[in-house]
């Protein structure tokens, strides 16, 4: 019987330089897929949450910025349009007079049937319908509305005026701003909650189907948080993997809602989503792995920490 | 030694391994043989006594420490105990990836050692897609690749021919000479002694001291 004896370093095959295989196998994984159409469920309704946030907040701001420091005044129509439009012009006058009135201006008859053409059609300039005059007053940055006294100056010019400080709908939006707010951080954190469930789950279960490959690294010497860190970098490329599947999904259900959106886009301003937006939707993946990362390493470190 | 409420595994189990020695650890089916062999390698602590290893009692050690004293220790599993999708050079590799070894030195050693178990041309091949004495010869080489103080071996020669047989033994014995403490739990008593090496018998749970060499300074000292 021949003794083995070390071969000499010149007689053994080299090995080809490759990175190190992980012993945690991912082929065949079943929890691989299952994990991945999770992040990616997951993902596609956190992304869409974000954009109704981001579109939200960045369409009640156009609103808001809109209607802050304007007044509308309305001059019920009398039949007799030339007359309309000499008292809207003589009111705009007035009130540029004003301390606290920046400008005023008195809308022309085909920007009032603009305004009204996606209720009513299209009147073409016939003047069919006695249409009210409309008068658009910003007031001054900075300036407190005293409605008394610019109720007092219109009604001494043109009695029957109505004065419109749009208090109703910017109080009416803040309230929108809000319940979109908290409705799109409800999901984004129910969202959040069952991905961290499901990816604590996912981590044990990764735990339990590698069993064998972690008791043999165990009994080798690895310590704990280089098992853990094998089942964090399984689970980070799977919820990255998936997560930017759901950001797909979500950027095409985005482009098909544009399009359908575009119909109706002489009621809606078009929806934009500021940069801040952007970076939260396109980095949304990312931070969703990190957190599945983290949450795959506490759960398998506290799992690990129980055996001997 | 025992489990939950189970009746003793082991009992009054004492007994030191030098630093370098070899020794078989013998017995009946049923002795406890594997037990003990699992209490050395850190996959079991005793539920009372103490196993004290490279000079430290092992139930006062940190996880951490518990690691660092199973990486001084090279284990020939029964059943082997490969992962299956790695490569035989990935599994020989292993011991010294979790050592921190750069991958150089794990390039240049693992290809050595694989030739010196006479497998050399199979560095790429799976577990599976070896005969079971290759895949054996696989086991330990990745149980010797990181020079251990300590090499356990239990039931090598379980499944496989007299011949293999000899063969495995005198790899520990190399290892042995290249100064391990090896110890090789067997029931082949024929092939036990054809060996110089003192012996360590099981019976029922209980130590019977066989042969010389086991007084002396420890390395490895268990109580049971």
């Known amino acids: 019987m021949r003794k083995p004896r070390v071969a000499k370093t010149a007689d053994v095959p080299r090995a080809p330089a490759k990175r190190a295989a992980s012993p945690l196998r991912t082929k065949g994984d079943p929890g691989a897929r299952t994990l991945m159409v999770i992040a990616a469920t997951a993902a596609f309704f956190a992304i869409s949450a974000l954009m109704v946030l981001a579109a939200g907040t960045q369409l009640v701001s156009q609103w808001r910025w809109a209607f802050d420091g304007a007044v509308t005044i309305q001059i019920p129509a009398t039949g007799d349009a030339a007359a309309d439009t000499t008292r809207a012009a003589a009111l705009a006058t007035a009130l540029e007079a004003s301390d606290q009135v920046a400008r005023a201006r008195a809308l022309g008859p085909q920007e009032i049937e603009r305004l009204i053409e996606p209720w009513l059609g299209s009147l073409d300039g016939t003047g069919s319908i006695p249409l009210p005059r409309l008068i658009d007053v910003r007031l001054v940055s900075g300036a407190t509305l005293d409605l008394a006294a610019l109720e007092r100056r219109v009604k001494s010019v043109v009695p029957e005026a109505v004065i419109d400080d749009h208090g109703r709908w910017v109080q009416g939006l803040g309230q929108l701003a809000r319940t979109v707010e908290v409705l799109a951080v409800t999901v984004l954190a129910l969202v959040g909650l069952a991905v961290v469930l499901a990816v604590g789950l996912a981590a044990r279960t990764a735990l339990a189907l590698h069993r064998e490959t972690v008791d043999i690294l165990h009994l080798m010497g690895a310590e704990d948080g280089y098992v853990a860190g094998l089942l964090g970098r399984l689970v ?8 930017l599947i759901g950001l797909a999904l979500a950027l095409a ?56 | 030694m025992r489990f939950g409420r189970s009746a003793d595994i082991l009992t009054d189990i004492d007994f030191a391994v030098e630093p370098g020695s070899f020794h078989f650890l013998t017995g009946p089916s049923g002795a406890g043989k594997s037990t003990l062999m699992k209490l050395m390698y850190l996959a079991l602590l005793p539920s009372r006594g103490a196993l004290t290893l490279f000079g430290h009692d092992v139930r006062k050690l940190s996880r951490r420490d518990l690691a660092a004293t199973r990486r001084e220790i ?60 290759q895949q054996q010869r696989i086991a330990i080489a990745r149980a010797v690749i990181s020079r251990p103080k300590l090499l356990l071996a239990d039931e090598p020669t379980g499944n496989v021919d007299d011949r293999l047989a000899m063969r495995l033994l005198y790899l520990f014995e190399e290892m042995h000479r290249m100064g391990s403490a090896v110890v090789v739990a067997t029931h082949n008593e024929a092939l036990v002694s054809r060996f110089p090496y003192p012996r360590l018998m099981l019976e029922r749970g209980r130590l019977a001291r066989v042969g010389g060499g086991m007084a002396g300074r420890d390395e490895s000292r268990g109580r049971q």
């Open chain 2, 74 to 133: 090279g284990v020939v599993f029964q059943d082997f105990r490969l992962i299956r999708h790695l490569t035989a050079f990935e599994n020989v590799a292993l011991p010294l990836r979790l050592s921190g070894i750069d991958d150089r030195t794990v390039n240049r050693h693992v290809p050595e050692l694989l030739d010196w178990v006479g497998l050399a041309d199979h560095l790429d091949a799976v577990p599976q897609a070896l005969s079971g004495g």
């Open chain 1, 253 to 308: 259900t985005l482009s098909l809602a544009g399009q359908i959106g575009s119909g109706v886009g002489a009621v809606l301003p078009p929806l934009t989503i500021g940069m801040e937006g952007w970076i939260a939707i396109l980095t949304a993946p990312l931070t969703m792995a990190v957190i599945s990362w983290l949450v795959a390493r506490t759960s398998a470190l506290a799992a690990l920490r129980r055996r001997v």
């Open chain 1, 236 to 243: 980070f490329r799977r919820t990255l993997v998936g997560g």
